[in-house]
């Protein structure tokens, strides 16, 4: 019996993986500007969901107020903009500022149990969301735009905004990716499994979810920001709405929640919905809460979770298999 | 209007926040389910009021009467169907399956009624708007002495339920041990579809005084459950009596950070309530450690 | 006439399996201890018995009936009881509001009286919460709660756990008394002594499988000592 990391699958699809995104690359200089910012939505829904899967599906936080993150690294950007920082600067600025207040804020809520911990996330993006309303300078209840980025021809802006996306998707997806590879993903494995037995093998549980807290605030962070350079015009009540919580749990939870490839998945079939739907309105979000909801409770593994166990396929190499020695490596 | 005027407003406020709490606190102490749906069963509650009255012209509290019965057969059949399931698996599986359940409320009353604002406030009679002067600076109004009183009536008479009547012990045993009350005889299923129902019905009532009080729409569910949600962490998790109590804290913390600033009275409500989980969590100790 | 009847059981938690295979039988008016050391599956098969573990496979059954797949609590309405490890009572709940929660479906003579008779020193406990009484009268209240529901066959699991030797003997002596009406009793004892002493026969257990079955009095002590160890086991 040997322990092996990548197989012939894993191996072809993680280089599959990395010829996609050079391939995706390209598309702001093959698509018209319209294409190139649904993609950009597409990729802020991947961005979104494996932050929220990292939080809940390897750290088991369930959060309904990541839109915190998101609000701060929107309005982030447009208050640094605004400073006079050039507005690409201006993002990256309002996603580690994102990632920053995440930490004083992990401090306090990671000590509260599951229902405490969602709802006083929601009310913590509620706190944000109040004082954004309260400050003139941000637009208030109105709303306010990246005018800043009108600098830009808007098909450059567009393939700008498209590569940035595109960077934070892979970047963040890759920090992921190796957190998981680490010592530091057999431990959260450990964590997920049976908290206490980890706990009492030395395993400091506190510290490793506070890793994967930050990590989210920073990606939702990021998301937020790509969401106010491609639609240039943001509000309180639709940046920090619990709305975007309740995507991250439909495409979490109906692509496979604690699996690697799961949350991308859910991500390309809630934008396959949402382009085909648009003049859906209320019903395919009734659709959409039905459906999270029956996945919670007949298919918790979500759709790549049932097919990964069934198949025993694992595409991205996080994990081990156990292979059962061939005759011929076995001592005689 | 003095500090005094708004401590009193604050009281019938949370008096209010407490009735809609209740449920949700009834739902937590015996199943250990936050239903995230709460809130927006209480709205669901207001539309059934107002689809009577709008019907048959009845006044809301004799609506009420008739929408009591069929939003407790409704909480049977939420129990039974989508939170019994929720509760054999995992912590986070009632929280996902309710959130999914907010969401498919929230959107089937948007199709049914649309976004329109509505109101029970018109078909309530002279008590939403009598009050009465008792000094200079303090008025007391009808609407808010009648939530009052009601919720301290509806608070006795749960506490008698569950200290006085076989079924309240039931119900009690249930909640400290479901499995040693199932070898003790006593059926489970029952005594928590029994639970939801009370608590559904109780949401009910809530969505009554929050339509004749003010206003509500498809979306007013998420507002609700999240003063409901911090009612009861303020006055204790699993606590009966802590849930008044915890209503009234939210409603005065409200009213008074209204005079400091009108656009700040659900800040005060939700700083209060970080405050609380803070110093009951957090212990207080927000020291780095180092990893 | 055989009052229960448990066949090739096996119950798991997850991957472990608590009890293999396990078979026996008890007839009316019985009293059969079952022994063996911590981690045996005694516990467990007591509450596959009563209906609160789910076996993997085999079967239960009850007077004659099938009752493999009945609830815990429907259990209690045919006639079967269960003293749980640990006592287990509701704590907030007075002894008496403890007592009265039990299923009061069946008839018979125990009720909130008699068995207070059974266990007078719960009488002056009557009205105080669970939680306040000592061990010994913590496990009297488990007992009565038990009684309460008027059972045919009476589970009893470890009841002396726990508590000092004065005590126990003060229970065996109350168990005593309802034993000699003729109820039926499957009890797990510890104590290898008591259980010889108070059943008819024995069945021991170890790591999940029936190792000696017998009648208590014809039973060698040495032997029943050794398959409870598991001493002198093929290799």
């Known amino acids: 019996m040997r322990v092996q990391r990548w197989t012939r699958t894993s191996k072809l699809f993680t280089a599959g993986t990395l010829v996609a995104a050079l391939v995706l690359a390209g598309v702001p200089l093959v698509f018209e500007s319209d294409v190139v910012q649904k993609l950009t939505t597409l990729l802020i829904l991947v961005l979104l969901a494996v932050m929220w899967n990292a939080l809940a599906g390897y750290g088991g936080l369930l959060s309904v107020g990541q839109q915190a993150f998101i609000g701060i690294g929107a309005y982030g950007t447009v208050f640094f903009a605004a400073q006079g920082v050039s507005p690409y600067v201006a993002m990256l600025l309002a996603t580690l500022l994102a990632g920053a207040i995440s930490v004083p804020i992990s401090l306090f809520a990671l000590r509260l149990r599951a229902a405490q911990f969602a709802i006083g996330m929601w009310v913590i993006a509620e706190v944000i969301s109040i004082l954004v309303r309260l400050d003139q300078n941000l637009g208030a209840g109105t709303g306010i735009s990246l005018n800043q980025l009108n600098q830009y021809e808007p098909n450059f802006r567009q393939a700008y905004t498209f590569w940035l996306a595109l960077a934070f998707t892979v970047i963040f997806l890759a920090a992921l990716f190796f957190l998981l590879r680490s010592p530091l993903g057999a431990s959260l494995q450990a964590i997920r499994d049976d908290e206490d037995a980890a706990r009492s093998l030395g395993v400091r549980v506190a510290a490793r979810k506070r890793l994967l807290f930050v990590l989210a605030g920073f990606g939702c962070g990021a998301a937020g920001v790509l969401v106010v350079a491609n639609t240039l015009f943001i509000e309180p009540s639709s940046v920090f709405s619990v709305q975007w919580s309740a995507y991250m749990i439909f495409m979490v939870l109906v692509g496979g929640l604690g699996t690697f490839e799961g949350p991308i998945l859910g991500a390309i079939l809630l934008f396959a919905i949402q382009t085909t739907f648009t003049q859906g309105g209320p019903w395919y979000l009734v659709g959409l809460g039905a459906t999270a909801a029956l996945f919670a409770l007949a298919l918790p593994r979500g759709l790549w ?24 490596e076995t001592a005689a | 209007m003095t500090v005094t005027n708004a401590v009193l407003q604050g009281v019938f406020l949370g008096a209010f926040y407490a009735v809609l709490a209740c449920g949700l606190s009834i739902m937590f102490g015996v199943m250990r389910i936050i239903n995230l749906a709460h809130g927006d069963v209480a709205v669901l509650g207001a539309y059934i009021v107002y689809v009577i009255v709008e019907r048959t012209g009845v006044p809301a509290f004799v609506a009420f009467a008739v929408a009591l019965p069929v939003m407790v057969l409704l909480g049977y059949v939420l129990q039974l169907t989508v939170l019994e399931r929720s509760l054999k698996s995992g912590i986070l599986t009632p929280l996902l399956a309710t959130f999914g359940l907010s969401i498919v409320i929230q959107n089937l009353l948007q199709l049914v009624f649309s976004p329109d604002v509505r109101s029970l406030g018109g078909s309530a009679g002279s008590v939403t708007t009598a009050s009465w002067q008792v000094t200079s600076g303090l008025s007391v109004s009808a609407l808010g ?24 012990w039931i119900m009690r045993a249930t909640a400290e041990d479901a499995d040693a009350a199932e070898l003790a005889g ?67 913390a409200q009213t008074v950070g209204a005079q400091i600033h009108p656009q700040f009275a659900v800040m005060a409500g939700h700083l209060l309530f970080l405050a609380v989980l803070i110093v009951r969590f957090g212990g207080g100790r927000l020291v780095l450690r180092t990893a | 006439m055989t009052l229960l009847q448990v066949e090739a059981l096996d119950c798991r938690y997850g991957l472990l399996q608590a009890v293999r295979g396990v078979s026996f039988d008890i007839a009316q008016g019985e009293t059969l201890a079952l022994i063996g050391a911590n981690g045996a599956g005694k516990t467990t098969l007591l509450r596959a018995i009563a209906g609160a573990h789910r076996p993997a496979t085999g079967r239960v059954w009850f007077a004659g009936a099938d009752i493999t797949h009945v609830p815990a609590h429907r259990r209690v309405e045919l006639g079967i009881a269960l003293v749980s490890e640990g006592r287990r009572l509701f704590p907030s709940l007075t002894v008496e509001e403890n007592l009265r929660v039990a299923s009061a479906r069946r008839r018979g003579r125990w009720n909130v009286d008699t068995v207070l008779d059974v266990f007078p020193l719960l009488k002056p406990r009557r009205h105080m919460p669970a939680a306040t009484l000592s061990g010994g009268e913590q496990q009297a209240v488990a007992i009565g709660r038990a009684l309460m529901s008027n059972p045919r066959l009476l589970l009893l699991d470890e009841v002396s756990l726990g508590l000092a030797p004065v005590v126990v003997d003060a229970v065996y002596r109350s168990l005593g008394d309802v034993i000699g009406e003729g109820a039926t009793v499957l009890l797990v004892e510890q104590d290898l002594t008591r259980a010889l002493q108070v059943a008819g026969r024995v069945v021991c257990m170890l790591e999940g499988r029936v190792v000696l079955q017998g009648e208590a009095a014809s039973l060698d002590r040495d032997r029943v000592v050794s398959a409870y160890f598991g001493l002198r086991r093929p290799a």
């Open chain 1, 305 to 328: 979770g049932t097919v990964e166990e069934r198949l025993g396929l694992r595409l991205l190499p996080v994990g081990y298999r156990v292979v059962e020695a061939r005759r011929d």
């Open chain 2, 145 to 168: 002495l009648l939530v009052l009183v009601v919720a301290v009536l509806l608070f006795a008479a749960l506490q008698l339920f569950l200290s006085k009547t076989r079924a309240g």
């Open chain 2, 186 to 252: 006593i059926d489970s299923r029952s005594v928590y579809a029994r639970a939801t129902a009370i608590a559904v019905g109780i949401a009910a009532l809530g969505g009554l005084f929050l339509g004749i009080r003010s206003v509500f729409d498809p979306v007013s569910g998420p507002t609700q459950l999240i003063f409901a949600f911090e009612t009861v962490v303020i006055g204790g998790m699993g606590s009966l009596w802590g849930t008044l109590l915890g209503g009234i804290a939210l409603g005065v």
